[in-house]
T-cell receptor, first 113, second 111 residues
Framework: DAGVIQSPRHEVTEMGQEVTLRCKPI?????LFWYRQTMMRGLELLIY????????DSGMPEDRFSAKMPNASFSTLKIQPSEPRDSAVYFC???????????FGPGTRLLVL | QKEVEQNSGPLSVPEGAIASLNCTYS??????FFWYRQYSGKSPELIMF????GDKEDGRFTAQLNKASQYVSLLIRDSQPSDSATYLC???????????FGTGTLLAVQP
C-alpha cells in the first residue's frame, strides 16, 4: 500500500483565501484523523471520522474550519477564510480500528501570509 | 493538567549510551500506548506500541508500561546519531476513540 497520501505538500496563500487540504487514507482503514502541528501547541487533533462519519470535531478551532469525508478513500479539510494564525503543518492519519496504530501522511505545510 | 506529559528536552546522550524517554498520563482508563518518532520536517512514524504492564522489546528499543503509576517509557540502547529526533508519546483517550499525544521529547545523540 502507498500509505496515507496528502496533497498539496506545500501551500502558500494570502489571508482571506480559501484553502483545501486533501487526504487519501490507507485502503481498509475505518478511521481517519486530521491533526494540526505547531511549535507552540504541538500535535492537536482537529476532527476524526469513523466509516466516513464525523465523530468528534471538538478540536476544530472555529467555524472557518470544515472537514468532509464523502467516501472511504477521500477526505478534505477546508479553511475559509484563512488567517496567518492558521499557518501550521496539517497531518492526516488513518487506522484500522480505534485505539490502534495511526499511520500518518507526509503532511501539508500551510503558510498564510 | 495536561493529559499526556513529556519532558520537552532536549535530552542529550553520547553515541552508544542508553537514552531514556518518559511519559505520564492522566486517564486511568487508557489501554493503548504508543511511541512515535518524528524527524525534523517529517511526519510521525510508529516505533512501538504496548498494551500490557511490563516491558516490550524490539531490537534496540524497549517500551515499559506501569499502569499503576500511569507512566510509560522508551529506552533506546546503543543510541546512534540517526536516533536524533523528537519522540512523541501517545495514549488512547480512555472512553474516546482518539489518541492523545504528548508534546514530545527532543533527543540529541552526540557522535
Amino acid at each position: 500500500d502507498a500509505g496515507v497520501i496528502q496533497s498539496p505538500r506545500h501551500e502558500v496563500t494570502e489571508m482571506g483565501q480559501e484553502v483545501t487540504l486533501r487526504c487519501k487514507p490507507i485502503s481498509g482503514h475505518d478511521y481517519l484523523f486530521w491533526y494540526r502541528q505547531t511549535m507552540m501547541r504541538g500535535l492537536e487533533l482537529l476532527i476524526y471520522f469513523n466509516n466516513n462519519v464525523p465523530i468528534d470535531d471538538s478540536g476544530m478551532p472555529e467555524d472557518r474550519f470544515s472537514a468532509k469525508m464523502p467516501n472511504a478513500s477521500f477526505s478534505t479539510l477546508k479553511i475559509q477564510p484563512s488567517e496567518p494564525r492558521d499557518s501550521a503543518v496539517y497531518f492526516c492519519a488513518s487506522s484500522l480500528a480505534s485505539r490502534e496504530t495511526q499511520y500518518f501522511g507526509p503532511g501539508t505545510r500551510l503558510l498564510v501570509l | 493538567q495536561k493529559e499526556v506529559e513529556q519532558n520537552s528536552g532536549p535530552l542529550s546522550v553520547p553515541e552508544g549510551a542508553i537514552a531514556s524517554l518518559n511519559c505520564t498520563y492522566s486517564d486511568r482508563g487508557s489501554q493503548s500506548f504508543f511511541w512515535y518518532r518524528q524527524y525534523s520536517g517529517k511526519s510521525p512514524e510508529l516505533i512501538m506500541f504496548i498494551y500490557s504492564n511490563g516491558d516490550k522489546e524490539d531490537g534496540r528499543f524497549t517500551a515499559q508500561l506501569n499502569k499503576a503509576s500511569q507512566y510509560v517509557s522508551l529506552l533506546i540502547r546503543d543510541s546512534q546519531p540517526s536516533d536524533s529526533a523528537t519522540y512523541l508519546c501517545a495514549v488512547d483517550g480512555g472512553a474516546t476513540n482518539k489518541l492523545i499525544f504528548g508534546t514530545g521529547t527532543l533527543l540529541a545523540v552526540q557522535p
